[in-house]
């Protein structure tokens, strides 16, 4: 069993830059895939980001060249940093860990990033 937890959220300008946060309760790196999804108002849930347990990182095509994922293993924690934020960025933005082995999803409660000038 995994316990995820978003940090990191706020409101932010656009153009500004805001670090998420994913901490797990247990070391998740070796097993799971960790996504970043986000929810914007009136719309489905997207992914947006992931690191895979060998360190490989995909992005979202809008996101590309803004977000950054890396992580942090003796936390537990993988962090998501945003810069250059746009408007259509606003939205609750959910960690999830993938366990490969037993096919389990786990998700945080999220955050919400609100960018609006």
């Known amino acids: 069993q995994v316990h995820i937890a978003e940090t990191g959220g706020g409101l932010v300008q656009p153009g500004g830059s805001l670090r998420l946060s994913c901490s797990a309760t247990?070391?998740?790196?070796?097993?799971?895939?960790v996504n970043w999804y986000r929810q914007r108002p009136g719309k489905e849930r997207e992914w947006v980001a992931r690191i895979s347990d060998d360190g490989l990182r995909t992005y979202l095509d809008s996101v590309k060249g803004r977000f950054t994922l890396s992580r942090n293993a003796a936390k537990n924690t993988v962090y998501l940093q945003m810069n250059n934020l746009k408007p259509e960025d606003t939205a609750v933005y959910y960690c999830?860990?993938?366990?490969?082995?037993?096919?389990?999803?786990?998700w945080g409660l999220g955050t919400q990033v609100t960018v609006a000038s």
């Open positions: 247990r070391s998740i790196f070796g097993d799971c895939h």
């Open positions: 999830n860990a993938f366990e490969r082995a037993r096919r389990l999803h786990y």
